[in-house]
Structure formats: structure tokens, C-alpha cells
């Protein structure tokens, strides 16, 4: 396991998070209006679901990117102003998150390969994705409710992730503030170690 990082995130640590969760918030509202576009209008319909898929591939390639920097460099140290039990959750969140960020693009993956529409991927609406698995309606069915049941866990938990990280800002913790600007208030920190004794 790599020591903990003293100097705070990186800039490519912190543009990989804010840029995964903007993509996250783009294409959770997306899955669902596209969904809801009437065939009559196929072209929109086609260009919607590439772009869904996009964004998938994209939030699977930047979490890698973001676990392979994190096995190699660590995480900066917890705030020492948080109790135990807010870390350990914190902990438990974090690793929940990264787990879904993989997990939920992957079945989107393999719900488009098993479509018995056999309608292609491409990326950027240009690259064409190859598809590993046959056409089979019935696990498209079971992977595309999987799929968006574990992508509503996701957003529900990256909500929660928010709400406790402006919480947790406000009482005076730099860890938002650490994450966006890679400054760590020693100002915040000291009134949080001090708010906790």
C-alpha cells in the first residue's frame, strides 16, 4: 500500500474527480430522456444513446485513470478534525463510489451488446466499439434493469457524498476546499481540531 500523500491531491487527481462527476451528472438525466424519446423522432433517438455511451466510456477511462494514480501516490492524510465514525463512513462511501463508477458503464456495456437491436456503439459517435457478446434478450433484460437500479445507487450515493462534503465545509473541514483548489486551510483545520477536543 502506497503512504499516505502529504502535499494534498494532485491537479490531474482533482480534474479527474470534478470531471468524472460532471460526466456522472450529464448522463444520469440522459439515460432516461433518451429513454423517453419516441421513435418517430429515430435520429435524435440514435444520437442521444451514443452520447449516453460516450460518456460511459469516458467515466470508466477516467476512474481507471484515477485508481492507478491513487494505488501509486496514496490519498492526502483525513482530516484530523473528523471523528471516527465519519471516517470510517467516509471510507465506506468512497469505496462504494469507485466500485459503481466501474461497475455501472461496464453493464451499460454490456446491456448495448446483448440489445437484440444490435444497434452499434460508437464512441464519440464516431468510433465504432466492438460488441464481445451475442444478441440474448434475456440477459438484456436482466442487465439493463441492473444497470439503471445500480445507476440510481450511484447518483443516490454521490448526492450524499456532496451534501456531506458541504456539511463537512461548513463546519469547517478543508476538505472540499482541498479536493477544488488543493489548498488545505490550516485555518479550518485547527478550528476543527479544536471544535472536536
Known sequence: MPAEARHGWTLAQRRLHWWTACLVVIAFPLGWIMVGVSLDQLFLKFALYQLHKTIGILVFVLVLARLVIRSRRGRPAWDRGLFPWQRRAAETMHALLYV???????????????????????????????HLLAADAFWFDI??????????????????????AIANHMNGHPGLMAMWSGRRSRTSIGSAARSRS
Not at 454490456?110 to 464519440?124: D, G, H, M, V
Not at 444497470?147 to 450515493?157: E, G, K, Y
Request: proline share 9%; hydrophobic share 60%.
Open 100 to 130: 459503481l463508477l466501474v461497475v455501472v458503464p461496464l453493464l451499460g456495456y454490456l446491456t448495448a451488446a446483448t440489445a437484440p437491436a444490435r444497434i452499434p456503439t460508437l464512441f464519440l459517435g464516431v468510433l465504432p466499439i466492438p
Open 143 to 164: 442487465l439493463r434493469q441492473t444497470h439503471r437500479a445500480l445507476a440510481v445507487l450511484l447518483v443516490s450515493l454521490a448526492f450524499g457524498h456532496a451534501v456531506a
